[in-house]
């Protein structure tokens, strides 16, 4: 039976179809979760909004509706949640949060008719109009339990104190292939007016994944020193800084923090942090005696964003900013739909002892002195799942500046995000005991059996992945799935063609025998139901990288080798292995080459045997920086085609760590990306067996051609450091001069730092200009 999620949405952008005009359009068909709706009286349209029975409505929704005749009010009621409306009233209510209806409801023979925008306001579904077909989609939402009231908080978070972690753990997203393109431009240029230009690398072309630094081929926006820097960098002889938007005590938001980016031809976007501090109330003597933790120090955090448009673009005017309490996790851009993710801890011994509410609060604007408290009655959680941590996902269409963004918040804490077009992906650790607990001092208040409960010897880690349906800034919940084991990051997931694809480690990694550490991949259908399966591969060793393609699916395991298998999942109720190929070292990012290449960013690994370790374990150590190619043209056989070696040992990049940081352009052979190189000069010896780890020699951006005949041809090396910076560096340099992105316009390449930006010649690497910022 469908149920209806309880919370109650803002505002729904597409039902209030304004500039559209349905006056000969009689017959509007309205689709629920993919099946056509059928109404004794048909919907109508009045003043260019679309009416529908309520009725009949409401009870497709399996709501129960009642009307008073006296007071002309009808009340729907579903799983707890329950509405009002009154006939000619623009005021309803969602359970007891008053809701302004766009338009009064109206009787219309003998029937009572509402505005479709008041399904979504009321119970959270997402409604879209098809103009070509003129069709109305419902997509209704599941339902998740309510935390209610500040009890039930505490109650939830006592009864679950052993279920998770009560941190957070980090949080990455990923958009599908199906994602939908960008928004529509602005202001349109002639192919000759600003040449060619890199993007931000994504994990999918056509959906957007903030930064710290984007161009849009003229300008380049990024983030340096607490200021957003907007610097013509086109022509490149010719760079300069045009504006500078400065924050932190120089600028109008004196506590803010940008952290990333977004810019299309309409906006600028920047997600940033402000901190503050809040009082403490000091722990009594015998508080201090009976608990295992002490409480917080008196300081929070909230994300916040601002919009700017720049239609002007050396002149960027505000136009939107707006708060809420937690910390930034991650973000993704659809389209005009911006998506954001925060996380907010909550002190568990300030809740027990009843000294602060701690329901979410967001605001909008800086003038704005007051928080908004997001009531308990909208506040979800994840059964088996409960941590305390809000977890809250803000959809916001940057068209409409002055709609307020969609929320929706959850109790418990979001470790791993995937999103396509349609639909969003939460994973979450789930723990499970399989033996007694360890004995632990009895406890005797209620504080102390949430901060500190006796842990389990041994605790299986389960993946539970929550599915939400999305839809231009809507989000709504549509069931859970889960899987045996842990994944390692945003590439571990994937959906394609209506299925679900994961990657996960089970196990202990230095565990024996039924604790050994093994790896699996699953795939989950449209329901999340596990349809197909491989388990078990790579025992004693764990995923350090994994990619999904189409149909392939690639994952990168290590102990003392790197396996890298290759998957058929053509068929994903029959996955299979279809090869692999063992070599020394690992990748922490595979990067997709062609159809039948894929490069691999990780390190270089060499095995002492048992006599040279020292203590007579046999080991594998990581060396410098490898970057290799692999043909998988056969996938019975992948070969490693060529590799490069960077550095010894302490050699680093971030792209180990964020894709982001690279850049790689296959229609011109152009692999670049930011490297600390640490090279031994001097080789020492050492009874341990230990390998030497290298000195500090350079950091920049290295430069490559790459071709499948010739492999990895270095070209050239750009650095920031200046002699001086390199006669100081110890084992550390002057970080404000290392190279953090790389990118071209035209036929130059851009290097970017938060000291300079330099331009280079592609061709031959021979230096432009330089820009001071």
Same mark, same amino acid.
């Given at each position: 039976?469908?149920?209806?999620?309880?919370?109650?949405?803002?505002?729904?952008?597409?039902?209030?179809?304004?500039?559209?005009?349905?006056?000969?359009?009689?017959?509007?068909?309205?689709?629920?979760?993919?099946?056509?709706?059928?109404?004794? *009286? =048909? %919907?109508?349209?009045? @003043?260019? !909004?679309? +009416?529908? &029975? /309520? $009725?009949?409505?409401? #009870?497709?929704?399996?709501?129960?509706?009642?009307?008073?005749?006296?007071?002309?009010?009808?009340?729907?009621?579903?799983?707890?949640?329950?509405?009002?409306?009154?006939?000619?009233?623009?005021?309803?209510?969602?359970?007891?949060?008053?809701?302004?209806?766009? *338009? =009064? %409801?109206?009787?219309? @023979?003998? !029937?009572? +008719?509402? &505005? /479709? $925008?008041?399904?979504? #306001?009321?119970?959270?579904?997402?409604?879209?109009?098809?103009?070509?077909?003129?069709?109305?989609?419902?997509?209704?939402?599941?339902?998740?339990?309510?935390?209610?009231?500040?009890?039930?908080?505490?109650?939830?978070?006592?009864?679950?104190?052993?279920?998770?972690?009560?941190?957070?753990?980090?949080?990455?997203?990923?958009?599908?292939?199906?994602?939908?393109?960008?928004?529509?431009?602005?202001?349109?240029?002639?192919?000759?007016?600003?040449?060619?230009?890199?993007?931000?690398?994504?994990?999918?072309?056509?959906?957007?994944?903030?930064?710290?630094?984007?161009?849009?081929?003229?300008?380049?926006?990024?983030?340096?020193?607490?200021?957003?820097?907007?610097?013509?960098?086109?022509?490149?002889?010719?760079?300069?800084?045009?504006?500078?938007?400065?924050?932190?005590?120089?600028?109008?938001?004196?506590?803010?923090?940008?952290?990333?980016?977004?810019?299309?031809?309409?906006?600028?976007?920047?997600?940033?942090?402000?901190?503050?501090?809040?009082?403490?109330?000091?722990?009594?003597?015998?508080?201090?005696?009976?608990?295992?933790?002490?409480?917080?120090?008196?300081?929070?955090?909230?994300?916040?964003?601002?919009?700017?448009?720049?239609?002007?673009?050396?002149?960027?005017?505000?136009?939107?900013?707006?708060?809420?309490?937690?910390?930034?996790?991650?973000?993704?851009?659809?389209?005009?739909?911006?998506?954001?993710?925060?996380?907010?801890?909550?002190?568990?011994?300030?809740?027990?002892?009843?000294?602060?509410?701690?329901?979410?609060?967001?605001?909008?604007?800086?003038?704005?002195?007051?928080?908004?408290?997001?009531?308990?009655?909208?506040?979800?959680?994840?059964?088996?799942?409960?941590?305390?941590?809000?977890?809250?996902?803000?959809?916001?269409?940057?068209?409409?500046?002055?709609?307020?963004?969609?929320?929706?918040?959850?109790?418990?804490?979001?470790?791993?995000?995937?999103?396509?077009?349609?639909?969003?992906?939460?994973?979450?650790?789930?723990?499970?005991?399989?033996?007694?607990?360890?004995?632990?001092?009895?406890?005797?208040?209620?504080?102390?059996?949430?901060?500190?409960?006796?842990?389990?010897?041994?605790?299986?880690?389960?993946?539970?992945?929550?599915?939400?349906?999305?839809?231009?800034?809507?989000?709504?919940?549509?069931?859970?799935?889960?899987?045996?084991?842990?994944?390692?990051?945003?590439?571990?997931?994937?959906?394609?063609?209506?299925?679900?694809?994961?990657?996960?480690?089970?196990?202990?990694?230095?565990?024996?025998?039924?604790?050994?550490?093994?790896?699996?991949?699953?795939?989950?259908?449209?329901?999340?139901?596990?349809?197909?399966?491989?388990?078990?591969?790579?025992?004693?060793?764990?995923?350090?990288?994994?990619?999904?393609?189409?149909?392939?699916?690639?994952?990168?395991?290590?102990?003392?080798?790197?396996?890298?298998?290759?998957?058929?999942?053509?068929?994903?109720?029959?996955?299979?292995?279809?090869?692999?190929?063992?070599?020394?070292?690992?990748?922490?990012?595979?990067?997709?080459?062609?159809?039948?290449?894929?490069?691999?960013?990780?390190?270089?690994?060499?095995?002492?045997?048992?006599?040279?370790?020292?203590?007579?374990?046999?080991?594998?150590?990581?060396?410098?920086?490898?970057?290799?190619?692999?043909?998988?043209?056969?996938?019975?056989?992948?070969?490693?085609?060529?590799?490069?070696?960077?550095?010894?040992?302490?050699?680093?990049?971030?792209?180990?760590?964020?894709?982001?940081?690279?850049?790689?352009?296959?229609?011109?052979?152009?692999?670049?990306?930011?490297?600390?190189?640490?090279?031994?000069?001097?080789?020492?010896?050492?009874?341990?067996?230990?390998?030497?780890?290298?000195?500090?020699?350079?950091?920049?951006?290295?430069?490559?051609?790459?071709?499948?005949?010739?492999?990895?041809?270095?070209?050239?090396?750009?650095?920031?450091?200046?002699?001086?910076?390199?006669?100081?560096?110890?084992?550390?340099?002057?970080?404000?001069?290392?190279?953090?992105?790389?990118?071209?316009?035209?036929?130059?390449?851009?290097?970017?730092?938060?000291?300079?930006?330099?331009?280079?010649?592609?061709?031959?690497?021979?230096?432009?200009?330089?820009?001071?910022?």
């Amino acid at each position: 039976m469908r149920k209806l999620i309880i919370i109650s949405v803002v505002a729904l952008l597409l039902l209030v179809v304004t500039s559209l005009s349905f006056a000969n359009t009689p017959d509007i068909a309205l689709y629920l979760n993919g099946k056509k709706m059928s109404f004794n *009286a =048909a %919907p109508q349209l009045n @003043n260019e !909004r679309v +009416y529908v &029975p /309520l $009725r009949e409505l409401f #009870e497709q929704l399996d709501a129960t509706v009642h009307w008073d005749d006296a007071t002309r009010t009808v009340t729907a009621t579903s799983d707890g949640t329950r509405v009002q409306i009154t006939i000619d009233n623009k005021t309803a209510k969602h359970n007891d949060t008053d809701i302004i209806l766009d *338009a =009064a %409801p109206y009787i219309s @023979n003998k !029937r009572a +008719y509402v &505005p /479709l $925008r008041f399904v979504s #306001e009321a119970f959270g579904a997402i409604v879209n109009w098809e103009e070509s077909t003129e069709t109305v989609s419902i997509v209704t939402a599941d339902q998740l339990p309510v935390v209610g009231s500040f009890d039930n908080l505490k109650k939830l978070l006592t009864e679950n104190s052993n279920v998770g972690p009560n941190y957070y753990t980090g949080i990455d997203m990923a958009i599908s292939e199906s994602a939908i393109k960008s928004m529509d431009q602005v202001e349109q240029k002639t192919a000759s007016a600003i040449p060619e230009y890199s993007d931000t690398n994504l994990q999918v072309q056509g959906v957007d994944e903030a930064d710290i630094a984007k161009t849009d081929g003229e300008y380049l926006y990024q983030i340096a020193n607490q200021n957003i820097v907007i610097s013509k960098i086109y022509p490149a002889d010719d760079m300069e800084v045009v504006k500078n938007i400065p924050f932190g005590q120089d600028g109008n938001y004196s506590d803010f923090s940008p952290i990333e980016l977004y810019i299309d031809d309409n906006y600028l976007v920047a997600i940033g942090s402000t901190n503050y501090h809040f009082a403490v109330p000091d722990m009594k003597e015998t508080e201090r005696s009976e608990t295992k933790i002490y409480p917080p120090v008196g300081f929070s955090s909230s994300v916040k964003v601002i919009v700017y448009d720049r239609t002007y673009k050396e002149h960027p005017k505000e136009i939107k900013a707006m708060e809420i309490e937690g910390s930034y996790l991650s973000s993704r851009k659809i389209g005009s739909s911006l998506y954001l993710v925060s996380n907010k801890f909550l002190g568990g011994y300030h809740i027990m002892n009843e000294e602060a509410d701690y329901a979410p609060a967001l605001r909008y604007r800086d003038n704005e002195e007051e928080y908004s408290e997001i009531p308990y009655s909208d506040i979800h959680y994840f059964p088996k799942a409960v941590s305390p941590n809000y977890l809250t996902v803000i959809g916001v269409n940057l068209d409409k500046p002055d709609e307020k963004a969609n929320i929706s918040t959850y109790l418990g804490a979001g470790e791993n995000i995937y999103a396509s077009s349609e639909h969003l992906y939460i994973a979450l650790t789930e723990y499970e005991a399989v033996n007694e607990s360890v004995e632990d001092p009895p406890v005797t208040t209620e504080q102390q059996k949430m901060i500190a409960p006796p842990m389990p010897i041994q605790r299986n880690q389960n993946t539970a992945i929550h599915k939400f349906a999305l839809m231009d800034g809507y989000i709504a919940y549509k069931g859970k799935g889960n899987v045996p084991g842990k994944i390692l990051n945003q590439f571990s997931m994937d959906e394609h063609k209506g299925y679900f694809r994961i990657a996960t480690t089970t196990g202990n990694f230095f565990g024996q025998d039924d604790n050994q550490s093994k790896n699996n991949v699953y795939i989950l259908d449209d329901e999340l139901k596990t349809v197909g399966k491989i388990e078990d591969i790579a025992p004693g060793e764990k995923i350090y990288s994994a990619r999904f393609m189409g149909n392939r699916g690639y994952l990168v395991t290590f102990k003392k080798v790197d396996p890298l298998f290759v998957f058929d999942l053509e068929d994903p109720e029959h996955p299979e292995i279809l090869g692999k190929l063992k070599i020394p070292g690992y990748s922490d990012y595979l990067h997709p080459y062609g159809e039948n290449y894929i490069i691999g960013f990780g390190k270089d690994t060499i095995e002492t045997g048992e006599e040279q370790s020292g203590d007579g374990v046999s080991r594998a150590f990581y060396q410098g920086m490898k970057i290799a190619l692999f043909d998988i043209t056969d996938v019975t056989n992948p070969i490693e085609l060529h590799k490069e070696i960077i550095g010894d040992r302490g050699t680093d990049s971030e792209l180990l760590r964020n894709h982001k940081s690279l850049l790689f352009d296959e229609q011109r052979n152009l692999l670049a990306f930011p490297v600390t190189v640490m090279e031994i000069k001097e080789p020492e010896q050492n009874t341990i067996g230990w390998p030497q780890y290298g000195e500090f020699t350079f950091q920049g951006a290295y430069v490559y051609n790459l071709d499948t005949e010739h492999g990895f041809n270095l070209k050239g090396r750009i650095t920031h450091l200046t002699n001086d910076d390199f006669q100081k560096a110890g084992y550390y340099h002057n970080n404000t001069r290392s190279v953090k992105r790389i990118l071209y316009v035209g036929n130059n390449l851009y290097t970017v730092s938060d000291a300079m930006i330099k331009a280079n010649q592609l061709n031959n690497l021979k230096e432009i200009d330089s820009l001071e910022l």
